[in-house]
């Protein structure tokens, strides 16, 4: 197997679409802060597909381009305004799927699940960052009753 690579570094890209089921995603690196619009990302959830999409391994080259729906699409475009552009269709075989690169003729197989992985749920992408929730504050400590919610006993003089 060989390994395809982009062109470009995972961490010099700044804008990363998917598209897959009826649903596109559409983020972008800004001050170092993947946004969709005004909306704050999960840094690792976008960096992850972007992982994904420069370590998939190719089974085989010059396949014939598929016809078809399509799974899903894919771009990414560097700093620089380098754009990398994959089309995923199901592949002929059991356990295959179809990467059409934008500007190279026909197709190349790759991993099933890494191609599917890497278009699941786009939606799950432009969910803002969760926010964390407020500390719940401890109960009082130390009210002088051994624990045992009564009020000691003070004798009388």
Sequence with gaps: KEVWRLAFGVRDQDKLEI???GSKAVMERKDGEWKSGGTDLDFNTV???LVLLSELQVEAFDQPAPTGTALGRVKAVSSSGVEAEVTFHPGT???????VVKGRTGAMTV???????LLADPAALVRPTPTPAPAT????????????GTVPATPIQ
């Design 19 to 21: 598209e897959a089921g």
């Design 111 to 117: 991993e099933e699940g890494k191609g599917r992985e």
């Design 137 to 148: 504050p401890a109960p009082p400590q130390g009210t002088g009753d051994g624990g045992q």
């Design 93 to 99: 075989a059991a356990g295959q799927v179809l990467a």
């Design 47 to 49: 960096n992850t597909r």
